[in-house]
């Protein structure tokens, strides 16, 4: 780096990326020759005439103390060794020193949402400094064209404990998943123990059931679903239970709610208050699933929704996932749906929004089923929308679109519902 | 091998609508080794002032430290010796062309000592001269010597040259090497030596009595041969749209680095640190984004070790928007403290100024409040040396009388001292 002179030396001055720690000039350039040492004195005494010395690049005049005094007695009686004979010495060689580790290269590890940047190796957006929500923050799947969900953190939670599972065969309404369990956050590990217990709900319940023939058949298929469901429950619970230190003092808990789709017809189990809607393109949306909250029995008593899920401690549940649990004892409902329409299962991260059937359906409508927008868009529309309602919880939207009974079955067929 | 740390301290939460952000990041190095072994050989020049202003005693004492201080410099250092008056000689070594420093072994450490057993005092004061000549010196070993300290001593004014050309003197010197400024007796100016320390990032201090020079220059020595990391810089990144109000060293003392700082590209700025031993060091740094609403959160700067061109550690600083007030309106005590303690560095330097210039009134206030600063944040030495200045009324409401005498050694000492920070109780 060329030296300046010292009238044009800014406070700061732009290098390239890497600066190297300042170093006077290089050789073979030749900069401007600092102010010679020794200015013209104005004091009196001492002639310095020293004699030239070469310093690279350019030679400058040094001086040196041109008269030779003995050497203080005081300092000679202080220090008599200076006055010692001494041994010939080599000069040692200085040996390379060690060499520096230093932090990763800051290779990108994503792309921004907010700016389109790269996301550096600490999570944070390289231009803009946003936090890239990590994996358990913020996912989505997709299993087919007609199933697809998205699980967020929300805006005020520290983290997600909700927990999303799906899965669906490729043949609209033929067979699909979707689970969804809300961890209680003043309960320990509840993020890590509501993710295993979905995802294991899903698992069994992915195992496609098997229509037999017979009269009874319907029945028997409506019954061997619904014990699984009973069966996901169970499943679901130990895995909850399975990942708590029995010694917590607050062990984890969650809700639990899934909603199977086989052959067009749809089952749902739930534990708690995360809901299951179903949503016709006509007709009336309703609530297919049952809370377990202190806001549902207080509605049993005939309190208006509005005041009874806006009451202190209105979403206490009365059941719950985990090693404190009251009976495992899911509400199930079955719902035959007579035209198309939208299987919604959701956490109260959203519904806290949008608690009406109605009020839901209103907000599934705001992107017409006609328009060409995948399940799992529509989904992150819903969780979106959540988020700009303040976000206040982790936000959580599955939904699977079913395009109504075979028309050779009937030409409008009203939705059948039956409660277990 | 040198270890690096970095730990911050911040209430991160914002409350809508807030743009700043204040933490304190510590950087800490241990195993950094001696002087020298890291990148190359160190270079250390010792400059002793000879005017005739410095009586036999003085003088003698100067080259007793000198003599000590050269004991201290480690085999395989280069150095030299640089004597000043109203002019500036290259003492040690003798050189007549060439490389104007020389490897510290044990002939040439019994030669640079007998040559300072030669001085005599005579002549004025120019300490720009004395600068640009170390600066001559040290530019002549050219680029391969990495880590380059100076150790000046003086005891009187710069009376032989013009503000002009002391300041053009530092100018040049900023960024080539490091300089620990000394003061013996009480006819020097603290401003002068602070000037020089703090743009070449040293430290200044008074040395009441030669007798205790010595001891006081053989520290200084170890402490700069225990210097193992050379050239570290704080890198300040902040994000697009966000803006560095100031990066301060908190502690060991005050130092505003805001003004030297290095732009590396458009979102990121280098601040020389100097050479590092093993020590740890705390920023106050201060950044301003653009408001973002509740629930955002992003980083608001990412404060690293930079030695040798590449990170050694990094802190994070973050801003999290936030309603909760519970968390919004809280303190950091870190970021509490350290700015307590930089208005009381600016109390006590503020009161000093306005006594010497005779407004007594602006002082008792000024003083006045660093007594009550020093108390609240648990700084007994800033106590102990203010009580030499002013009668203490009461220390809570900061009520002070200035004394009628005052030791000079006394006011030189806490006016050098006044940067010197303590740490957060418990």
Redesign the interface.
């Known amino acids: 780096m060329t030296n300046l002179p010292e009238e044009e030396r800014p406070t700061t001055r732009t290098r390239p990326a890497n600066p190297q720690p300042a170093a006077p000039a290089a050789s073979g350039v030749a900069p401007e020759a600092p102010e010679t040492a020794g200015v013209t004195p104005e004091a009196p005494t001492g002639d310095a005439g020293g004699s030239g010395m070469l310093l690279p690049p350019a030679p400058v005049e040094v001086n040196h103390l041109e008269e030779e005094h003995d050497s203080d007695p005081a300092l000679l009686k202080e220090f008599p060794w200076l006055t010692d004979s001494l041994p010939d010495s080599d000069e040692e060689e200085a040996s390379d020193g060690p060499v520096l580790p230093s932090l990763e290269e800051l290779a990108p590890v994503g792309v921004c949402k907010k700016c389109g940047g790269d996301v550096g190796p600490d999570g944070y957006c390289l231009t803009c400094g946003a936090r890239m929500a990590t994996e358990r923050e913020h996912f989505a799947e997709e299993p087919s064209t007609w199933v697809g969900g998205v699980c967020d953190r929300g805006l005020v939670h520290l983290a997600n404990e909700d927990a999303m599972a799906l899965s669906s065969a490729e043949a609209i309404g033929q067979h699909a998943v979707l689970v969804v369990c809300d961890g209680v956050s003043a309960s320990t590990g509840s993020d890590v123990a509501a993710l295993a217990a979905a995802r294991a709900a899903r698992d069994l319940l992915a195992t496609a059931p098997t229509k037999g023939d017979g009269p009874d058949a319907d029945e028997a298929l409506e019954a061997s679903i619904l014990a699984s469901l009973v069966q996901a429950v169970k499943v679901a619970g130990n895995k909850v239970v399975s990942h708590t230190n029995p010694d917590s003092p607050s062990p984890a808990s969650c809700t639990f709610v899934a909603g199977v789709v086989f052959d067009g017809v749809l089952y749902v189990a739930n534990i708690g208050d995360s809901r299951a809607y179903w949503v016709p393109d006509s007709g009336e949306p309703v609530q297919l699933s049952s809370d377990h909250s202190l806001a549902e029995e207080a509605m049993a008593r005939g309190i208006e929704r509005k005041i009874a899920e806006h009451a202190p401690g209105a979403h206490t549940l009365t059941r719950w996932l985990g090693m404190d649990a009251p009976a495992l004892d899911p509400a199930l409902r079955t719902h035959r749906p007579g035209g198309p329409g939208w299987l919604l299962v959701c956490s109260d991260g959203l519904w806290n929004y949008a608690s009406e059937p109605g009020d839901i359906a209103a907000l599934l409508a705001e992107t017409p089923p006609t328009e060409a927008v995948p399940p799992v868009e529509r989904a992150s529309r819903l969780v979106d929308w959540a988020n700009q309602q303040g976000g206040h919880d982790n936000v959580t939207a599955a939904l699977a679109r079913l395009d109504g009974p075979a028309p050779a079955a009937s030409q409008t067929t009203p939705d059948q519902t039956d409660a277990a | 091998?040198?270890q690096f740390s970095s730990m911050v301290y911040q209430n991160e939460f914002l409350s809508a609508g807030a743009t700043d952000v204040n933490a304190i990041v510590r950087v800490g190095i241990t195993d950094a080794g001696q002087a020298?072994?890291?990148?190359?050989?160190a270079g250390e020049i010792v400059i002793v002032d000879i005017s005739?202003s410095m009586g036999r005693t003085d003088m003698?004492a100067a080259?007793?430290a000198a003599?000590v201080a050269l004991q201290e410099v480690l085999?395989?250092t280069y150095f030299a010796v640089i004597?000043g008056?109203?002019?500036?000689?290259?003492?040690y070594p003798?050189?007549?062309?060439?490389q104007?420093m020389v490897?510290m072994?044990?002939?040439t450490r019994?030669e640079a000592?007998?040559a300072v057993?030669?001085?005599?005092a005579?002549?004025?004061t120019?300490i720009?001269?004395w600068l640009?000549?170390a600066?001559?010196?040290?530019?002549?070993?050219?680029?391969g010597l990495?880590q380059k300290h100076a150790l000046l001593l003086t005891d009187g004014a710069n009376e032989?040259?013009t503000v002009q050309?002391l300041d053009?003197?530092i100018?040049?010197c900023?960024?080539?090497f490091q300089c620990d400024a000394r003061g013996v007796g009480t006819a020097w100016e603290v401003a002068e030596l602070r000037k020089i320390a703090e743009a070449l990032l040293g430290t200044v201090d008074i040395i009441p009595a030669p007798d205790q020079l010595s001891d006081e220059f053989a520290a200084i020595m170890r402490k700069a041969m225990s210097r193992g990391v050379?050239?570290a810089?704080l890198r300040v990144?902040?994000?697009?749209?966000?803006r560095i109000m100031f990066v301060r060293q908190v502690s060991p003392d005050v130092q505003d680095l805001t003004?030297?700082?290095?732009?590396?590209?458009p979102?990121t700025?280098?601040f020389?640190t100097g050479s590092w031993g093993d020590e740890e060091r705390d920023y106050h740094v201060s950044v301003r984004l653009p408001a973002r609403t509740?629930?955002?959160?992003?980083?608001?700067a990412?404060v690293?070790l930079v030695?040798?061109?590449?990170?050694?550690?990094?802190g994070?600083v973050k801003?999290n928007w936030?309603d909760d007030e519970s968390l919004t309106t809280r303190i950091n005590p870190e970021v509490a403290h350290y700015t307590g303690q930089t208005e009381l560095a600016n109390a006590i330097q503020e009161g000093l100024a306005a006594k010497q210039a005779g407004d007594i009134a602006t002082a008792t206030t000024r003083l006045g409040r660093a007594v009550q600063l020093a108390a609240e944040t648990g700084n007994s030495e800033a106590t102990s040396r203010l009580l030499k200045i002013v009668d203490v009324v009461d220390a809570p409401t900061g009520t002070v009388r200035v004394k009628r005498t005052v030791d000079k050694a006394d006011e030189m000492a806490l006016d050098t001292a006044s940067t010197k920070t303590s740490r957060v109780r418990g």
């Open positions: 091998m040198a020298g072994v890291m990148s190359g050989p005739g003698l080259q007793r003599i085999d395989g004597a008056n109203h002019q500036a000689y290259l003492a003798p050189v007549m062309a060439g104007g490897r072994n044990t002939r019994r000592q007998i057993s030669r001085f005599r005579d002549g004025g120019a720009g001269s640009n000549l600066n001559q010196v040290f530019a002549s070993m050219g680029p990495q032989h040259e050309q053009s003197a100018a040049a900023v960024g080539q050379p050239n810089s990144w902040v994000p697009q749209g966000g003004g030297r700082g290095v732009q590396v590209n979102l700025v280098d020389p509740v629930g955002q959160e992003q980083l608001a990412r690293q030695v040798a061109g590449t990170p050694q550690t990094q994070l801003a936030s």
